[in-house]
């Protein structure tokens, strides 16, 4: 099955649930694409920790180690903590051929776009929240 996955800010270094989702669902015999965003854009915020030096090579060693693939598609910016995509993420998305997308952020610009535009897909799309931190403040 191919499944696609689309979340605003992905690093390769990470222990996010995007990472370790993702190398799961390969180890099951899916083929696992995950669309994002450039790194030019990203807050230092999200960066410092892990930085965002030879992202490529990064991501190249991640798809190598775990069969992921990693596309990064140009923002317009990044605004209150959430990717805004230049055109071309339905482009990106379809040119995948994925039998189901998975959108990370229900709450995002991108999550509100792929539900506008879910219909353009031609597959099921799936979608979730990560809104941990704010989720425990706001019960």
């Not at 353009?120 to 706001?138: Q, R, T, V, W, Y």
């Amino acid at each position: 099955m191919k499944i696609v996955q689309v979340e605003d800010f992905v690093h390769p270094d990470t222990g996010y649930q995007i990472n370790i989702l993702s190398k799961y669902l390969k180890s099951l015999g899916n083929e696992v694409t995950i669309i994002t965003s450039e790194m030019d854009k990203i807050p230092e915020a999200l960066t410092s920790f892990f930085g965002h030096e030879h992202i490529e090579q990064r991501d190249a060693e991640y798809e190598k180690n775990y069969g992921v693939k990693i596309i990064r598609l140009p923002l317009k910016a990044f605004v209150s903590g959430r990717a805004v995509f230049k055109r071309g993420l339905l482009k990106a998305i379809k040119s995948c051929n994925p039998d189901i997308l998975y959108v990370h952020g229900n709450d995002t610009f991108t999550g509100m776009w792929a539900l506008l535009n879910r219909k353009k897909f031609g597959c099921p799309l799936i979608m979730d929240s990560h809104m941990l931190e704010m989720a425990s403040k706001n019960k």
